[in-house]
């Protein structure tokens, strides 16, 4: 067996390596949903504000997400294939989609959360939600009504596993940026942290993204094509 190029792999993914499975980026609808800036929907201060209208905004995600017509693509399987081949590979991802579980990845790091999974307000408890959700459902772990929103890190939020990231991305020696313009921080910024750690740097996105200047390595294109090809190169 040869050995590995890189030891300690870390891989961020954004919106743009679940496009070609039929899920909206950001940018695909100039960052508006029937005309809300989504940075006005997805903030705690919109959740206080209109509860139901968020959650309108994510029940229709989370319909379109079960849809039988969203599927995991060759992106999602070439990272799953790398995971199961090496033994250091972090993946942490901005994307609310479950599409890297179901392209094979076992272990995923949902920064901003998960569209398939509901939290509350009152107690930690964390449930799995594949219906609408409502200001009328009670919480499974403490029963409470009107406490239950979605497990989503909303602008203004902190994110997930902050501590275990930045860990591992000071401790790595190549880092991959997949689907991501690099407009929100702090993962727009992980690129620089990487860096600073001596990694190897290498953007693959469908465009140069915000940050394209700080990575090392480019290649553009779309995911499906650009991220098998490149993974087999490492491996
Ligand atoms: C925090 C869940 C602080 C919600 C999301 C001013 C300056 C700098 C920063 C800030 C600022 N004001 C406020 C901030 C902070 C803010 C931020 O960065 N705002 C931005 C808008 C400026 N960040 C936050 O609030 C974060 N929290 O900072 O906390 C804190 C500190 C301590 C203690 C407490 C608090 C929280 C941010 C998380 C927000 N939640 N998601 C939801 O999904 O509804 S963010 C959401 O938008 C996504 O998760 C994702 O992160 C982001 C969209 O980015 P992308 O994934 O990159 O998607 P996008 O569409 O933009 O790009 C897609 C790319 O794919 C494109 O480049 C395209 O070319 C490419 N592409 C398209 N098709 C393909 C393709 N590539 C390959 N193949 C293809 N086929």
């Known amino acids: 067996m ?3 190029k890189y030891q300690s792999i870390v891989i961020l993914t954004g919106a ?3 496009a070609e499975s ?10 508006l949903w029937e005309n809300h800036r989504i940075e006005d929907v997805a903030t705690p201060e919109a959740f206080a504000r209109d509860p139901a209208l968020v959650h309108n905004f994510y029940n229709m995600r ?5 849809s039988d017509d969203v599927k995991p693509n060759a992106a999602h399987k070439a990272i799953a294939a790398l995971q ?9 991802t901005q994307n609310i989609d479950n599409l890297h579980e179901l ?6 790091h949902h920064m901003h959360g998960e569209l398939l999974k509901s939290s509350c307000t009152a107690c930690p408890a964390i449930s799995d939600i594949n219906e609408d959700l409502s200001t009328d459902m009670p919480c499974p772990g403490c029963g409470e009504i009107g406490t239950r929103r979605p497990h989503i890190v909303w602008f203004g939020e902190m994110p997930i596993d902050m501590d275990l ?3 591992k991305l000071m401790n790595c020696d190549l880092f991959i940026s997949i689907g991501t313009s690099g407009n929100v921080y702090p993962a727009a910024g992980f690129v620089q942290e990487a860096r600073m750690s001596g990694a190897h740097t290498v ?15 480019h290649h553009h294109g779309k995911a499906t094509e650009i991220v098998p090809e490149y993974l087999k190169m490492i491996t």
């Open 103 to 108: 392209g094979g990845s076992t272990q995923v």
């Open 22 to 31: 039929g899920v909206k980026t950001f940018r695909d609808q100039n960052g």
């Open 84 to 92: 199961n081949s090496h033994p250091d590979v972090f993946l942490v």
């Open 165 to 167: 990231i930045f860990e």
């Open 2 to 4: 040869k050995p590995h």
């Open 16 to 18: 743009g390596i679940s």
């Open 203 to 217: 953007e693959l996105n469908l465009e140069p993204s915000q940050g394209a200047s700080m990575f090392a390595e």
């Open 62 to 66: 989370r319909q379109q997400l079960l």
